[in-house]
């Protein structure tokens, strides 16, 4: 009694835990939570930053540059030396004897200077900078691509996962079936009624039917495990309970592939900012104009700021010849976006083949679906009408036997064709999205 006792509370716990471990989700919360989790979704941010980083770097181009430095120097070097006297604005008339000026002595200077410079016309600078934008407009389109592909995929592992939990109904409610006619089978034997061999052959398929239970139980382990994935769900002891699996109705598009969808606009966007390169090499030929100026003190004491002076200035440079390197850098950019330029035409052509193709197979798949229908009906029809014969005795078990096996088998096919439609669906819906 005590064993008993043990065992039914052992038993509780176990079905506590999987009561625990099981959690109910629907397909647009799994989206809500993977379009925050998804580590995909989470890179393609990083690369937004990253991208949004770069293109600040040309925030040089017209912003200015300051710099500050602070030097201490030592030197007998004559020249030199009389520099600091002058930096420093303490030359007098005896500095200017020739024994002073050959031999100074060591002589030292604590100065302060700051450098700034302001870009003024830099042409090559301000194209490369609309490169950089139109790389980060890129990388935008490329992460709202991500989040695209992320929601097909979620809704194609829900899906898996509703099948999942269909084909586990379905095989729990043949099994059901199978053990009434395999203990009609046993009843009969004992009457001398049929042969051992039926008895047999009926356990078999109990058995049959036992095996594809246990792996449908497994497949909504997986199922669960591949959703948690997406969703970006580190624990991988929960086991997901979805909707039930229906036919989704799909409301279509058009069969035309639309050029606004993100990742070919994520084409364009790159193809411009290769043109933005090409044309900011280009510039490279052309004269900048920039400005500078410096603010200096000097004093002969650490810390000291007494002498000032300033330096201003505007300078015009031209590099007239780089030894051809322009010239070749401009023309390898000019190759990158004509190579740019047709593969991006040939992702459309396939992109638009794969919508075609795409369409038809949700065609076969609503066909299959049908008969599948009409199949699963007939079955049914069958096996109601060999129960009936093998009750009156006109019929063997084999043929019962087959004829349950038949519809178990239809019933699976058409919640597969179910689930093949709505990813289908799914994917369609991806390849038309805007």
């Known amino acids: 009694m005590r064993k008993k006792v043990i065992a039914m509370l052992v038993g509780l716990c176990v079905f506590a835990e999987m009561a625990n471990a099981q959690k109910y989700i629907s397909m647009e919360k799994a989206i809500e939570i993977a379009q925050s989790n998804n580590s995909n979704v989470k890179m393609s941010q990083w690369d937004e930053k990253v991208s949004n980083a770069d293109y600040r770097q040309t925030d040089a181009s017209f912003l200015p540059q300051v710099n500050l430095e602070y030097s201490a120097l030592g030197t007998n070097n004559p020249l030199n030396a009389f520099g600091f006297l002058l930096n420093q604005s303490t030359v007098t008339s005896a500095d200017f004897d020739p024994s002073s000026l050959n031999r100074p002595g060591f002589s030292h200077n604590f100065g302060t200077k700051i450098e700034v410079k302001q870009p003024i016309f830099n042409p090559d600078m301000t194209y490369a900078r609309k490169g950089a934008k139109a790389q980060e407009e890129a990388y935008k389109l490329g992460s709202v691509r991500t989040r695209q592909r992320i929601d097909f995929e979620v809704k194609k592992a829900y899906s898996q996962l509703q099948f999942s939990y269909r084909a586990k109904e379905l095989l729990t409610t043949s099994l059901e079936e199978i053990k009434t006619i395999s203990q009609s089978v046993e009843n009969f034997q004992k009457q001398g009624l049929v042969q051992k061999s039926d008895v ?58 639309d050029l606004t969808r993100p990742d070919i606009q994520m084409l364009d966007k790159s193809i411009e900012s290769m043109g933005m390169m090409t044309k900011s090499v280009h510039m490279q030929a052309m004269p900048k104009l920039n400005a500078f100026g410096s603010y200096q003190l000097n004093d002969t004491r650490a810390l000291g700021f007494r002498a000032d002076s300033y330096l201003v200035g505007v300078a015009v440079s031209w590099n007239i010849f780089s030894g051809n390197a322009n010239h070749s850098k401009y023309k390898s950019y000019q190759f990158k976006k004509e190579k740019m330029t047709e593969e991006k035409n040939l992702y459309v052509r396939q992109s638009q083949l794969e919508i075609d193709k795409t369409q038809r197979e949700m065609h076969d798949i609503l066909v299959e679906i049908k008969k599948d229908e009409s199949s699963m009906s007939q079955a049914d029809e069958a096996l109601r009408i060999l129960q009936n014969r093998f009750k009156a005795g006109l019929s063997n078990t084999t043929d019962l036997l087959t004829a349950q096996a038949q519809l178990s088998q239809q019933r699976l096919l058409l919640s597969q064709a179910v689930m093949n439609y709505d990813i289908t669906a799914y994917y369609l819906d991806f390849l038309l999205a805007k």
């Open 200 to 257: 047999l052959n009926s356990r078999v398929q109990v058995n049959i039917i036992e095996v594809a239970l246990a792996r449908a139980e497994s497949n909504i382990q997986n199922a669960s495990e591949g959703l948690s994935l997406l969703m970006g769900d580190k624990k991988q002891d929960v086991v997901f309970v979805p909707d039930s699996l229906t036919l989704q109705p799909m409301v279509f598009k058009g069969n035309e592939l």
